[in-house]
């Protein structure tokens, strides 16, 4: 079983920069496929990226290509967004999620955390 919990959301400007962090626990983290997805308010949760196990591929939704970047670090057991260029539309709750196999799809993701609050202001 793995244990997540987001950090490092906030408030910022359109055009400005923030890195979220999900820490895992329990020893399987590096087995792990990881995810990041974000709830706007009345919207479904979308995805945003992924990255297989180790860190060999990645995905990320059109509109946040050159401008999120998520990385891993199997051996602190932490995942990462950066975030740079940031808009308003970008506003949302972002959640990271563990899954066997790297995908799009959240009914994939069998753990997820609680989410962390990130809103651009325009």
């Known amino acids: 079983q793995v244990q997540l919990v987001e950090s490092g959301g906030g408030l910022v400007e359109a055009g400005g920069s923030l890195r979220l962090s999900c820490a895992a626990s329990g020893r399987t983290f590096s087995t792990y496929a990881m995810g990041w997805f974000r709830q706007a308010p009345g919207k479904e949760r979308e995805f945003v990226a992924a990255i297989s196990w180790s860190s060999s591929n990645t995905y990320y939704k059109d509109s946040v290509k050159g401008r999120f970047t998520i990385s891993r670090d199997n051996a602190e057991n932490a995942m990462y967004l950066q975030m740079n260029s940031l808009k308003p539309e970008d506003t949302a709750v972002y959640y990271c999620?563990?899954?066997?196999?790297?995908?799009?799809?959240?009914?994939?993701?069998?753990?997820w955390g609680q989410g962390t609050q990130v809103t651009v202001s325009s």
């Open positions: 999620a563990a899954a066997r196999v790297i995908s799009r799809e959240r009914y994939t993701y069998n753990y």
